[in-house]
């Protein structure tokens, strides 16, 4: 089993766990076959991602992400407010820990 990202999964793959709204509602079954479709549906369900079972996902690598572009990305997102407020700082924090790779 594999979660991966929203960005990383592709038709054919086979959902190993049900996937749910944030009001525990089932969008997609465990077992299901993922369509473009439903990957559609998941992406405007602001569903970040899914477990799924497939040998597809053994051989999904994650995009190779600049470090530096991601840092300027954020600054222009952020140019307009103010990162040592608490709440934006947070902010800041969770939007690089989200597009900066980990480890």
Known sequence: MSFLKLDWLQPGMELQTPVMDDQGTVLLAAG?????????????????????????????????????????????????VDTKHPLIAELWRLYLQTYTPQG
Do not use: C, K, W, Y
């Open 32 to 80: 299901m076959t993922l369509t473009d479709s439903h990957i559609a549906l998941l992406r405007g369900r602001g569903i970040p991602g899914a477990d799924v079972r497939s040998p597809e996902a053994e051989t999904v690598t994650e995009p190779a992400v600049d470090e530096n572009a991601t840092l300027e990305q954020a600054h222009e997102r952020f140019r307009h």
